[in-house]
């Protein structure tokens, strides 16, 4: 009897994460879900098993900016993990710092993917068709390597925001090319226009459902068609060249920066 999946969802109780979440506890994913706020991911939980009938659902309250969390989970965690969507991000209108120092939106959308495929790739090794998917965006750029947390230039939620997507496109090429080796694919996803916490706190509304914007993520979770491929960045569930990635110096100066914290 072939093994049941098990993936992992970060950021899972946001608009884009939750609907990622259901997808996969519907197509009958083993599902943990990660996020800061303990009580939103109580309800989400609730929400799911009884939306999806699978009662293989549970939740996880970690700090995604907290790199002690985040090896503390994975340290805690039990058995094989098939898939780990990295999605949770946070977009703060004033530039903030992590009890460590580190400027939050870089700690939690670029350091928190980070930490967690370091973490949790050892649980996915030679697995069958064993993924990590990072939600991006094609809302990227505007990258400085030598000014990551804003110390000097003038902090922007917006450019920061773009700076961190740039950055899960590039560390995504980085991980692939370190991973293929232990059978572990690693895509890159733009999840869509959704209205959210996130898009709001951009200045952004959104026109599509939370069921379209994770539409690419699942797709780079689950879809066969996938198998074999890794280090590729996908919008509306095709295929898109990334021009960040291709850049293999800065790529390799961001993970060597990543590395040191």
Known sequence: ME???TAIVTGAYGAIGKAISEGLASKGYRLVMVGRDESALRRACDDLVAGTGNK????R?????????????AQEWKGPLHVLVNNAAATPRNRQETPQGIEMQFATNVLGYFWMINTMSPHMENLKDA???NVASYWAGDMD???????????????AYRQSKQANRMLTV?????LKNRNIAV?????????????????YGGWETPGQGAATPLFCATDESLKGKTGKYYSHQQEERCSFSSDHQA?????SICSGF
């Open 187 to 203: 895509f890159a996803a733009h999840p869509g226009d959704v209205r959210s916490k996130l898009s709001n706190n951009l200045g």
């Open 61 to 73: 309250a970690v700090d995604l900016s907290q790199k002690k969390e985040i090896e503390r989970f």
């Open 145 to 159: 390597l030598d000014d990551l947390e804003f110390t000097r230039r003038r902090y922007d939620n917006d450019t």
């Open 3 to 5: 093994q049941k999946r």
């Open 174 to 178: 980085a991980f692939a090319e370190r």
């Open 56 to 59: 293989e659902i549970d939740w």
């Open 251 to 255: 790529v390799e100066k961001l993970y």
């Open 131 to 133: 993924r990590i998917v």
